[in-house]
């Protein structure tokens, strides 16, 4: 079973990962076994969410923009993170990922290596 994270604003993606109101926390296994929503700590710092998600057993994320240093957080804390992803609603962007048809905007994608 995968648990995939997926931050939330306005009911859809948010544009930029650390600045959502929520996580829905989707617990996966070929179909949707159960989703829940999860608010963030007040006292969170940024560079703290991606060892916050693995210790509640996150295994993938999926993003729109994610700054480099939090890029590297996650692959030090080995969860996998899917950057770029247009911003839709929760269910949409799980069944893109349970079909394995998320796919990355180029042009988000330059512009987070490139800073």
Not at 55 to 84: E, P, R, T, W
């Amino acid at each position: 079973m995968r648990r995939v994270a997926i931050p939330i604003s306005k009911n859809e993606l948010s544009e930029f990962f650390g600045e959502c109101n929520h996580y829905e926390i989707f617990e996966i296994d070929k179909k949707i076994i159960n989703c829940k929503m999860v608010e963030i700590p007040l006292d969170i710092n940024i560079s703290e969410l991606p060892e916050w998600l693995k210790n509640k057993g996150v295994s993938d994320v999926i993003a729109y923009k994610v700054n480099k240093q939090i890029i590297s957080l996650f692959a030090s804390n080995k969860v996998n993170l899917f950057v770029g992803v247009a911003k839709k609603s929760p269910y949409d962007l799980i069944d893109d990922y349970l079909q394995g048809k998320l796919e990355s905007d180029k042009n988000i994608i330059a512009e987070i290596t490139n800073n």
